[in-house]
C-alpha cells in the first residue's frame, strides 16, 4: 500500500509496509523489554545479575535502546529493501561545523537550561553541592571532592563521552533518524520531523510509567510525564534531524545524543530540595529545556534544510 505524497512531490511514496513493519519489531522489542524490567522489579526494585550492575541497567543500554536499530534491520530484510540508504557514512569533510555544534551545543544548551530554571527558584540552587557531597558520604567516597568530579564530567563532555555515549546511542539513532525519518519525508520535511519526534517520545512512555527521568512523585503521574517528555523528543528530535538531513549521515545525531546523556544530569549536582521534576533542573524538564526548544523552533522554520520537500544530503 502506498500514500501518496504532498502536492508538488512526484517521485516518492509513502512506504507503508516497511513502516508498519519497522515500528511492530521497533515497539515490539522494545516495550517487551520494559515488560520484562516491570515484571523483574522495574527501574527501582531490579535485581543484580552481574557484580553491582542490575537487570534493567543491563536491558536498557542494549535490548531496549536497540530496538529501533533492529527495526531497521529487520524492516530491511524482511521487504527487500536491502542495504540502500543505510546513512552509515562519516564523512565530516561538507560540514565538519555540523559535528562541532553536535559535540559542544549540548553541553552549553544544558547549562544555559539549568540557568533559566535556577533564575526561576533560586531556592532550589547550591552552589555548595551539599546534597551531592552527602550521597559520596553515604557512598563511602569522603575523600572525593565535588568541584573535582564536576570538572572531570564537563572536560569528559567536551572530549571524549559524545563518541563514547554515541555508541550506545547508535542503535536509537540508526532506527528514528536512519529509517524512520527518511520514511516521512514524502509527508514534507517539517511534518516528518515533527511526528518522528512524537514517536520517539511514545516509545519512552514504558520508561517513564517506571518512574523514568521524573521519579514517581510529581502531579498527574505517569501522564504529565507522558506529555512533557514529548516536549524533550520533539526538540531534540528536530535538532538531530536537522544534522541528519544535512550530513546524510546518521552519526552527527549519534554523537549529539551521546553528549546530551553525558551532561543531562549536571544540573542535578547543585540542587537542593525537592524541585518539582517536570520543570527541571534536567533538560528533560519544561523550563530546562526551553534553550534546547528555542534552537529547534529556529531551525524547523528558519534552516534550509527543512524547507519544501527536503531529501538528505541538503
Known sequence: MHVSPPRGVTDVVLETRRLGVFLAVTFGVSWATAGAI????????SPTVLGPLTLAS??????????????????????????????????ATGHLRTYAAMWFAPLVLTVLGAIVFFA?????????MRAFVDSLGAAGATD?????????????AVTVAPLLNGLFAFGEEFGWRGYLLP???????????LLHGVVWGVWHWPLIAMGYEYGFGYTGFPWTGFVVFLGFTLSLGIVFAWATLREGSVWPAAIGHGAVNAVAGLAALFVQGNPNPLLGPLPVGLLA????????VW????????????????
Open 58 to 91: 543491563v536491558l536498557l543500554p542494549t535490548t531496549y535502546m536497540f530496538g529501533p536499530a533492529v527495526g531497521n534491520v529487520v524492516a530491511r530484510v524482511a521487504t527487500g529493501e536491502g542495504r540502500a540508504n543505510l546513512l552509515l557514512s562519516p564523512d
Open 299 to 314: 531551525l524547523l522554520l528558519r534552516s534550509p534544510t527543512f524547507a519544501g520537500n527536503a531529501t538528505l544530503g541538503t
Open 183 to 193: 520514511k516521512l519525508l514524502p509527508l514534507g520535511a517539517r511534518r516528518a520531523v
Open 144 to 156: 572525593l571532592d565535588p568541584t573535582t568530579l564536576v570538572l572531570v564530567q564537563v572536560v569528559a
Open 120 to 128: 526561576a527558584f533560586p531556592d532550589t540552587f547550591d552552589p555548595s
Open 289 to 296: 529545556m526551553l534553550p534546547f526548544a528555542a534552537i529547534a
Open 38 to 45: 516491570y515484571a523483574t522489579g522495574g527501574l527501582v526494585d
